[in-house]
Structure formats: structure tokens, C-alpha cells
T-cell receptor
Framework: EDQVTQSPEALRLQEGESSSLNCSYTVSGLRGLFWYRQDPGKGPEFLFTLYSAGEEKEKERLKATLTKKESFLHITAPKPEDSATYLCAVQATGGSQGNLIFGKGTKLSVKP | DSGVTQTPKHLITATGQRVTLRCSPRSGDLSVYWYQQSLDQGLQFLIQYYNGEERAKGNILERFSAQQFPDLHSELNLSSLELGDSALYFC????????????FGDGTRLSIL
């Protein structure tokens, strides 16, 4: 069964304290891995897509990497406005559907 | 702003009732996806439509149904509502029927009393 597990469930950082979020996945064939940010009361906001092992994407203080079994979201020198829940999702190959399989997310709090 | 519009933002109703949630996808997107988000389950895929045709089904109850209209907007119909149906319901859209990122609306919060 296709599955996505994110850790930790919650992470508290001081402003400027860099860290990483983990997303491990089990899927028959990977079409793509996606990172989203979700703020309270809002829908998930698309951040990155990764398609193959070794691929990296960067956006401001965020950098996403992908291996054959997991993905990491590195946050460098975070600011309070980076506080949100970060969701990881995979899209499997096979068939014509494109639905995403989500992890339960990591809730990040950054204190000034 | 993702470009995906969902209405209403909030719905409060009673058990046994029926409601309709509406979604307008981003301009040019042909695929619409519906997801349910509850506190304990996270985001769960319900159903996908591509250019008016049902493309894939996930964990969607028989009491729930959806459709996509010629103008590409979609509606999710929930009937015989139960307390456990209380959740956030999100719509997402993408340009293709398969791969590529999905862009989400801000959801409809459904509360069953």
C-alpha cells in the first residue's frame, strides 16, 4: 500500500535555528513528490515538485531534496513567518489518475 | 491566491441533511480533485474529474457524489450527513489529468450538529 510518513509531528525552533523535516514514502512507482505549506484556515500552498532521486529545489530559506526512500525539507535560518504545517505528498505511477497521497504533516513553530 | 475558488467557506447543518459544495478551478485547468481533511486522518483523496469525466475514486462514501460541468466547475454532494462527516473539504485543480502539481482552494468547513 502506498504510504507517506512525516517526522517529526511538531517542531519548535528559535529564529535563525536551521533544521530539517523528513518525509519517508512507500510507493509502487514514484511519479512525483510534492511539498506544500498550510496555514491555519487555508488550503495547502504548493512549494516544490521533485521527480527523481538526487533532485533538489530551493526557494528562499527552503530547500527540498529527494532520495529513493525519502525527502527532506531543509529550513535555513527560519523566521517566525515560516511557522506553518508542512505537508508532503506523493503521486504514484500507473493508471491515469493523479491523486496525491499525503502525510499527516509537520507543524513548525518559529519563535522570535 | 491559488486561483481555485470554493464556496461556501462554512456550512453548519444537521444530521440527515444534504449539502452541496462548489469549486471553480484555476483558469485553464481541466482536472478537479476533492479531498477531505480531518484532524486524525489528514488529507484524504475522494474523487477526481478530468474535463467532465470521472477519472479516479478514492475513499469516497456512497452517500457522497460529485460532478464536473461543461464550464469545468465541480460540485461535491454530501447526503444523509453524519456527525463524522464534519471536516474540511478541499478542492484542487491541475492542468493535466495525471502528473504535475495541484493547486488548492481554501476549503469548505462543514460542521454537523
Amino acid at each position: 500500500e502506498d504510504q507517506v510518513t512525516q517526522s517529526p509531528e511538531a517542531l519548535r525552533l528559535q529564529e535563525g535555528e536551521s533544521s530539517s523535516l523528513n518525509c519517508s514514502y512507500t510507493v509502487s512507482g514514484l511519479r512525483g513528490l510534492f511539498w506544500y505549506r498550510q496555514d491555519p484556515g487555508k488550503g495547502p500552498e504548493f512549494l516544490f515538485t521533485l521527480y527523481s532521486a538526487g533532485e533538489e529545489k530551493e526557494k528562499e530559506r527552503l530547500k527540498a531534496t529527494l532520495t529513493k526512500k525519502e525527502s527532506f525539507l531543509h529550513i535555513t535560518a527560519p523566521k517566525p513567518e515560516d511557522s506553518a504545517t508542512y505537508l508532503c505528498a506523493v503521486q504514484a505511477t500507473g493508471g491515469s489518475q493523479g491523486n496525491l497521497i499525503f502525510g499527516k504533516g509537520t507543524k513548525l513553530s518559529v519563535k522570535p | 491566491d491559488s486561483g481555485v475558488t470554493q464556496t461556501p467557506k462554512h456550512l453548519i447543518t444537521a444530521t440527515g441533511q444534504r449539502v452541496t459544495l462548489r469549486c471553480s478551478p484555476r483558469s485553464g485547468d481541466l482536472s478537479v480533485y476533492w479531498y477531505q481533511q480531518s484532524l486524525d486522518q489528514g488529507l484524504q483523496f475522494l474523487i477526481q474529474y478530468y474535463n467532465g469525466e470521472e477519472r479516479a475514486k478514492g475513499n469516497i462514501l456512497e452517500r457522497f457524489s460529485a460532478q464536473q460541468f461543461p464550464d469545468l466547475h465541480s460540485e461535491l454532494n454530501l447526503s444523509s450527513l453524519e456527525l463524522g462527516d464534519s471536516a474540511l473539504y478541499f478542492c484542487a485543480s491541475s492542468g493535466s489529468g495525471g502528473g504535475g502539481p495541484q493547486h488548492f482552494g481554501d476549503g469548505t468547513r462543514l460542521s454537523i450538529l
